[in-house]
């Protein structure tokens, strides 16, 4: 009911940046949380950014002046800057509906020289 297009990932190199873009569609509310994730191999997927339905806006601390998420209706938007190799990682754009998470497909994003 609820889809989720993603948008913007691919290879960048170190310090460059990156803006990824999600839309959601089907949505029962306008404003919805929304935000986004990112797992590496190996690692426990991780909360990113995201964005309440009432605008408040959380960065998490390990990308904080770097990454920045702004929404317009029912799109978000992550400005990723000075990319690290760290970054690396796939990142899925979710949709919070009443504590149901629904997801994208995931866009891989790739910090390498």
């Known amino acids: 009911q609820v889809q989720l297009v993603e948008s913007g990932g691919g290879l960048v190199q170190p310090g460059g940046s990156l803006r990824l873009s999600c839309e959601a569609s089907?949505?029962?509310?306008?404003?919805?949380?929304m935000g986004w994730y990112r797992q590496a191999p190996g690692l426990q997927r991780e909360l990113v950014a995201s964005v309440s339905g009432g605008g408040v806006t959380y960065v998490a601390d390990v990308v904080k002046g770097r990454f920045t998420i702004a929404r317009e209706g029912n799109t978000v938007n992550l400005q990723m800057n000075s990319l690290k190799p760290e970054d690396t990682a796939v990142y899925s754009c979710?949709?919070?509906?009443?504590?149901?998470?629904?997801w994208g497909r995931g866009t891989q994003v790739t910090v390498s020289s």
């Open positions: 089907g949505s029962i509310f306008r404003n919805i949380d």
């Open positions: 979710y949709e919070d509906s009443s504590g149901y998470l629904y």
